[in-house]
């Protein structure tokens, strides 16, 4: 395994198909009373085939539903926001990940937001890149590239609430102090934005990346981290991370 990431055309594309798919979600649920393929593809800026096919496997996987030819946001949309993952599900993501951190020499982490709470769902090592300490982190928003990427699509009274519960303490010399620092996303179109990063903020001689992730009401994060020795590969990763996702992920994100 090398410490670069592999340009290949041939590689599947681990992160596209997903993008495609939750900004379909995403323009769905501003559509209460249902919307049109061509409706949702001109609002996404997808061909209509594209649409249709990912259209097909949302309904099939019941994240959205369709109605007399519109689609409206399925019962699993609100399962997701629940954050109620089945095992199965569990070890897809769990595979997937693995696949991931594999492939960019990285730890990988899946982060949701629910009930008020920063949850790291599933994480995975990779050889020279430990997984970083797990037991503050979910009062570490915005210490961590995931949970700055979580405040960041927050409303601000959300945002307010969150660090009204978890200050904002340093956990190194290096954490971000003032809430007026912390970056912003619009909810439509969020991976169209830089993806966020922190270094040595959380954990010393510790770097990390994030893409956001939005479906429906629910936000979360696909993050990466290293050792701040490899810091210089980060930019590289998480331009990758943002611009590649793909089916096999959407399935995992979409069907768990």
């Not at 599933?122 to 009062?139: F, S, T």
């Not at 893409?211 to 020795?229: D, E, K």
Request: hydrophobic share 45%; no cysteine.
């Amino acid at each position: 395994m090398t410490g670069t990431v592999a340009a290949d055309s041939t590689a599947p594309t681990l992160i596209a198909s997903a993008q495609r798919a939750l900004r379909l979600l995403e323009a769905a649920a501003h559509y209460p009373k249902g919307a049109t393929a061509k409706q949702l593809a001109r609002d996404t800026d997808l061909a209509l085939g594209t649409a249709y096919h990912l259209l097909r496997t949302l309904v099939h996987d019941h994240y959205l539903e369709r109605h007399n030819g519109l689609y409206v946001t399925g019962p699993a949309v609100a399962g997701l926001t629940r954050y109620d993952v089945p095992t199965a599900g569990r070890a897809r993501l769990k595979a997937l990940l693995g696949m991931l951190a594999d492939e960019l020499s990285a730890a990988v982490y899946f982060t949701w937001y629910r009930h008020g709470e920063m949850e790291m769902v599933e994480a995975v090592e990779a050889p020279g890149a430990p997984l970083v300490d797990r037991d503050r982190y979910r009062a570490a928003a915005h210490a961590t590239s995931s949970g700055k990427t979580l405040l960041a699509l927050m409303t601000a009274e959300e945002r307010r609430d969150h660090l009204a519960r978890y200050p904002m303490v340093p956990f190194t010399p290096y954490t971000l102090r003032d809430p007026s620092h912390l970056p912003l996303l619009p909810r439509q179109g969020p991976r169209r934005a830089v993806p966020i990063t922190q270094f040595q903020e959380y954990q010393l001689g510790t770097a990390g990346a994030s893409v956001p992730i939005v479906a429906g009401n629910g936000i979360g994060a696909i993050s990466v981290s290293l050792p701040m020795a490899q810091a210089h590969r980060l930019t590289g990763i998480a331009a990758q991370l943002r611009t590649r996702l793909g089916d096999d992920f959407a399935a995992v994100v979409f069907g768990i």
